[in-house]
T-cell receptor, first 108, second 115 residues
């Protein structure tokens, strides 16, 4: 069965510390992985997709098919990174599964 | 945990007919519900935001007369695709949010195929 797991509901780090938001997936086919972010009182927006392999706002994520993971990383967290982060799996033409989200709090 | 359901999970209809999709928060009250549309190989597009008891706020480019949204209660929102056409074929996904947590809980999605 297709599944996305974000094991941490809340992650608190200090400003300047490295950040890693975990995402694991389960899918037998060829997955498309995304990270979405929602800042307080704003709409959900796409942060990263694995096929583009780009860095947005200092965040990167590498698809590891062996570990079925797509962890989101940033070497130095900033206070403005505080937000809800959702990992999503695109499986097939019309199927999209979201994780339950991780709230990142960056402390001053 | 919070669960959001959508019904139906998939629907096939003829061009010109209307289709209603339900989004329910099963064990919590959702002050806000969102409707998204996903095109193949692309990310989600927010269609509209609805708050219980008030009119939905539509995103630019989304036809409010074509995509009718009703948020009649704190646990139910419906999206009606009126006079559906093949280009409306897509994957529609809803999410529900509580004011207290500002966390979105996503439904499993509905695949719509218009012939």
């Amino acid at each position: 069965a297709q599944r996305v797991t974000q094991p941490e509901k809340l992650l608190s780090v200090f400003k300047g510390a490295p950040v890693e938001l975990k995402c694991n997936y389960s899918y037998s086919g060829s997955p498309e992985l995304f990270w979405y972010v929602q800042y307080s009182r704003q709409r959900l927006q796409l942060l990263l997709r694995h096929i583009s392999r780009e860095s947005i706002k200092g965040f990167t994520a590498d698809l590891n098919k062996g570990e079925t993971s797509f962890h989101l990383k940033k070497p130095f967290a900033q206070e403005e990174d505080s937000a809800m982060y959702y990992c999503a799996l695109g499986c097939g033409t019309y199927k999209y599964i979201f994780g339950t989200g991780t709230r990142l709090k960056v402390l001053a | 945990g919070a669960v959001v359901s959508q019904h139906p999970s998939r629907v096939i209809c003829k061009s010109g007919t209307s289709v209603k999709i339900e989004c329910r928060s099963l064990d919590f009250q959702a002050t806000t519900m969102f409707w998204y549309r996903q095109f193949p190989k692309k990310s989600l597009m927010l269609m509209a935001t609805s708050n219980e008891g008030s009119k939905a706020t539509y995103e630019q480019g989304v036809e409010k007369d074509k995509f009718l949204i009703n948020h009649a209660s704190l646990t139910l929102s419906t999206l009606t695709v009126t006079s559906a056409h093949p280009e409306d074929s897509s994957f529609y996904i809803c999410s529900a949010e509580t004011r207290e947590t500002e966390t979105q809980y996503f439904g499993p999605g509905t695949r719509l195929l218009v012939l």
